[in-house]
Every structure is written in C-alpha cells, then in structure tokens.
C-alpha cells in the first residue's frame, strides 16, 4: 500500500478529545520493496467530527419521531418513488415498509375507490396532484381495497418538498374507517327516523275525518284487525 488515510481519536492531558485526519503516502523503498520512508500529514479534523456526530444525532432524532406520529407519513421523489414510509404505514395500508418502500404511485398493489365508490386514477391521488403543481393538497377521502374485501379509508394530505431537501412530496394520512362506519350508522338511523316520521305524519292524515273515504279505509281496516270493537 503506497497510501494510507485514516482518523483517530486522542485524549489530551486536559481530558479533552480531538479527532485528527492522518494522510500519508510512500516515497521510499529499499532493495526488497519495502517502505522505509513515508510523508504524510496530520490534520484536526475535530469540528468536523461534531458537526458530523450533531448531524447523526439530528437524524436519528427525526427517525424516532418519523415512527412515533400516530399517522402514516410517506416521501414520495420527483419521479414517484416511494422513498420513505413510517411503521404506522403499515398497520394502516396492511403493506410492510420495505415493500412499500420498493412501490411507487404507479404501483398496481393499491386499489383505491373514491368516496362515492367509483375508482379513483393515479392522477387524482393528493401525492400526484401535489407534484403536478397543485401546492398543497389537504384531507382527500380514499379507499383502499384489501385482499379481503374490506375497505380501509383514508384522509390524506401531501405536500410539495422544497429543492434544497431533495424536491418530490411529503405525504401524511390517517385511517378514518371507523368514522365513516359512524357516520353511515348515523345516517342510515336519521333516515330511518325520516321514514318513520313521515309514515307517521300520512297515517295520520290519513285518519282525519275530513278524508271521507281514507277515513272509512282506516275504519274497515281496524274492525279487520280488531284494534276496536264496531258496533252495528
């Protein structure tokens, strides 16, 4: 080896720590090629060291909290790669990371419906909306269609990411299933409600004397069923 390039770390008489850049290089050989003489040089490498260290640790910082948000959060690149999903990701789409990782929004693995149940095209997705210029795209409803049959629903919002991180969409979602089942069984009940009222409201009219014949329809209609007795 005629060059060599290594770092070190040294503790001083004060009990402080520098880190050094050693390089060095060969420049004489004896008879058997053997290196007898090198040059080289030591630098203090020492600020760049932390700023290295501060920069792992910011990252793993944001790394922790990447997985720790109680939604799912997806970087989507310029091109549509998937680059980065969290783990919530894959309790809400039923997919592990990695192989959401190796999908991109052209993938065929998600099938996803629109609110009124018709299918919803790549190019409505809040993530190709965002890159094609939109700006941000907030609290879209999708539907993802599982293996099963079943539907998971999601509001999702995507972002576009500035140049300076790397350009492409930051993409947040959140599983809304079991509101949406909510507000059906809501729904379904005040419509029941609706009906019952307005049966109610014509049954009544109906039975008002005023209505001759739907009045004597109610009367043989009860005398058939015998909720009273009518006398001859």
Not at 166 to 194: H, M, P, Q, W, Y
Request: with cysteine; glycine share 6%; proline share 3%.
């Amino acid at each position: 080896m005629s060059e060599y390039k290594a770092e070190f770390r040294f503790c001083k008489k004060d009990g402080t720590y520098v880190w050094t850049q050693n390089i060095g290089r060969a420049i004489e050989w004896d008879q058997d090629n053997t290196v007898t003489k090198v040059a080289g040089l030591t630098m203090d490498i020492s600020d760049r060291k932390q700023d290295e260290l501060a920069l792992t640790r910011s990252q793993n910082q944001l790394r922790v909290l990447f997985n720790a948000l109680p939604v799912g959060v997806s970087m989507i690149s310029r091109e549509g790669q998937i680059l980065e999903t969290n783990q919530i990701s894959e309790d809400i789409l039923g997919l592990s990371v990695d192989v959401h990782k190796q999908q991109e929004l052209q993938s065929g693995i998600w099938q996803i419906i629109r609110p009124d149940g018709t299918v919803m095209p790549v190019e409505e997705y809040p993530a190709s909306r965002a890159l094609a210029g939109e700006g941000i795209v907030k609290n879209v409803e999708m539907g993802v269609q599982n293996k099963d049959g079943s539907t998971t629903w999601i509001s999702t919002s995507a972002a576009p990411m500035d140049e300076s991180a790397g350009g492409g969409v930051a993409v947040a979602f959140e599983d809304i299933t079991l509101r949406k089942l909510a507000d059906e069984r809501v729904n379904k009940s005040k419509n029941i409600a609706e009906l019952a009222t307005r049966a109610k409201s014509d049954f009544l009219a109906n039975m008002s004397p005023r209505n001759t014949n739907s009045y004597e329809r109610n009367h043989r209609t009860w005398r058939v069923i015998g909720a009273y007795k009518v006398r001859h």
